[in-house]
């Protein structure tokens, strides 16, 4: 019978998938934290809107607990708009929510959008 392996790659193989899974539990930690943002802008102010999502997205994506900060249009609704937000933590999360510019965030759309924001956690 031939071997398809030796004895040493075989293992060099298991220690590679040992080290990916590990790499995988710590990347799914249990402190990350994704948050969702629906807005819905009022029609006259929809461009004002645009320029300030694109401001805070710029800020915050050198956050050092964000992960990621992505900005989505609705495809069939050109007033509604998504924010998709990974932190590393709810300690990330408290201080983005002191920064400049998700202040001034905050008070560019008051008013001027209605808001649906939940935020989630990783179970599997």
Request: with cysteine; charged share 30%; hydrophobic share 45%.
């Amino acid at each position: 019978m031939k071997k398809l392996f030796s004895s040493k790659m075989l293992f060099a193989l298991i220690g590679l998938f040992v080290l990916s899974s590990l790499a995988a539990k710590e990347m799914k930690s249990g402190d990350e934290l994704l948050i969702i943002a629906h807005i819905t802008a009022k029609a006259e102010y929809k461009d004002e809107l645009i320029k300030a999502c694109e401001k805070v997205v710029e800020g915050t994506r050198r956050e050092a607990g964000n992960i990621s900060y992505d900005l989505y249009a609705d495809t069939s609704d050109p007033l509604k708009f998504t924010i998709v937000e990974r932190w590393k933590s709810q300690d990330a999360i408290n201080i983005h929510n002191e920064t400049s510019h998700f202040k001034e965030f905050v008070k560019a759309i008051d008013g001027k959008a209605a808001l649906d924001v939940r935020t989630m956690k990783q179970k599997l």
